[in-house]
Structures are given as structure tokens and as C-alpha cells.
């Protein structure tokens, strides 16, 4: 075959497209195991984040095991569907359903005695998603750790929220306004809020907003807010 001719070029063109094809699916197939391990590490020690926990790579499951005591996927009305793994739900999928066909992952762990629920976060930022866990203390009240993080928020403004200070905020801070109320007592559950221009230290329920970041911030107080109520009937009974 003539190599200066329009038929040749297009051949050579082709086949040079479906080996590259072929090669790049090949690479993304092999990895895709390696990949969902890091995902599965990266969720384990994001939730034992919330509880000061830090580990090796290599020791990041077996920590999460012993910790981590109890896996509930709970229903709309406080109850536990036993059918459900909770480490395998998919929040982004399951925000887009009903409100009584979602199930709520959450975790109870215990550290130093103490019994601690960590809560699973999905959420709309400014650009794209926002995400996180909080954990609480065993009053189901108090936050004693939390961890955010985002897919394409401003660099320097709302992508702030994935830094370590931001989630230290949070600790101390309350989801009730009267800890001797019932969590389904109408206007007890206040949440907390990110609050633009800063908030006083003794505010059980704001945390400082992040400078230039207002759109995301307030995006983080939906996100808690929303995620959280989901599970008072939970606490209320348990």
C-alpha cells in the first residue's frame, strides 16, 4: 500500500486508535481493583478521623474493625433494615430517592470505653459535591470530631473545608438546644451552622464561616443540618 496515500493514513490513524483504546481499557481494568481499595481504605480512615484515630495504610481496616462496633443502615422512621450494608451505600445515589425508600448509614464506635455515632454527610457545594462525617458523643448531642471534603469548591475560599482546622471548629459544639428535651421536640434540634463573619466561642451551635467562602459554607450548614435530622428518630429511641 502506498504510505503517502489518503487510504493508508486513515488505516494507520484507526488502528493507532483502537490500540491506544485497547491499552487504556486494559490499564483501567487491571487498576479498577487496586482503585476501589483505596476508595474503601480512604472512606475507613476518614470516619475514624473523626475520633483522632490515625493509622499506616497497612493498619487502616483492622483499626476501623476494632473500633468500629456496629454498621446500621437505619429507614426513615428510626428502625434498622438488617438487609442493608451500610459500608456499601452510596449517599449520591440514595439522596435522589424518597425520603422513605433511603437508608442512613451509621456507625457506632467505641474508643477508650466510650461509645461514639458517626454520621455520614453528602451535599451540593458552590461547583459540584461536598461531603464529610461528624461524629458524636455518646449524649448524641455533643460533636466531638468532623471531617469535610469537596469535589471542585475555589481553591484558597470554600475548598478551605477539607483542611483539618475547619472540621476542629465543629468540636465541642451542640445539636440540640436543651440537651433535657427529646431530639424530636419541636425547635430542639438546631444543628450547627457556619456562621459568615464569625461567631462567639461560647455559640454551642456556630462555627466560624470561611473568609470568601460564604456559598460553601452555608452549603456545609444544609449539609449537616438535612443529614443529621435524618437520625433523630434514631436517637430518640436508642
Do not use: C
Amino acid at each position: 500500500m502506498d504510505r503517502n496515500s489518503n487510504a493508508y493514513t486513515f488505516i494507520f490513524a484507526v488502528a493507532l486508535v483502537v490500540i491506544v483504546a485497547a491499552v487504556l481499557a486494559f490499564t483501567a481494568t487491571s487498576l479498577k481493583p487496586l482503585q476501589d481499595n483505596n476508595v474503601r481504605n480512604e472512606k475507613m480512615q476518614n470516619i475514624l478521623t473523626t475520633l483522632n484515630i490515625t493509622s499506616e495504610k497497612s493498619e487502616i481496616e483492622s483499626n476501623f474493625n476494632l473500633y468500629i462496633k456496629q454498621q446500621i443502615a437505619l429507614k426513615s422512621d428510626g428502625t434498622i433494615d438488617a438487609n442493608v450494608n451500610a459500608f456499601t451505600i452510596d449517599l449520591k445515589k440514595e439522596i435522589k430517592k424518597p425520603l422513605n425508600e433511603q437508608r442512613f448509614p451509621l456507625y457506632v464506635a467505641e474508643k477508650d470505653g466510650k461509645t461514639f455515632y458517626i454520621v455520614p454527610l453528602f451535599g451540593s457545594g458552590l461547583w459540584d459535591a461536598i461531603w464529610g462525617y461528624i461524629a458524636l458523643d455518646a449524649d448524641k448531642n455533643t460533636i466531638v470530631g468532623a471531617v469535610f471534603d469537596h469535589k471542585g469548591e475555589t481553591p484558597g475560599l470554600g475548598a478551605e473545608i477539607n483542611q483539618q482546622w475547619f472540621g476542629d471548629l465543629f468540636i465541642g459544639k451542640k445539636i440540640l438546644k436543651d440537651a433535657n428535651q427529646g431530639f424530636t421536640s419541636e425547635g430542639n434540634f438546631v444543628s450547627v451552622k457556619v456562621v459568615k463573619g464569625g461567631t462567639p466561642d461560647d455559640n454551642l451551635h456556630g462555627v466560624d464561616g470561611i473568609s470568601g467562602g460564604t456559598i460553601t459554607s452555608d452549603a456545609v450548614s444544609k449539609m449537616v443540618q438535612e443529614r443529621l435530622s435524618n437520625y433523630l428518630l434514631y436517637f430518640q429511641n436508642n
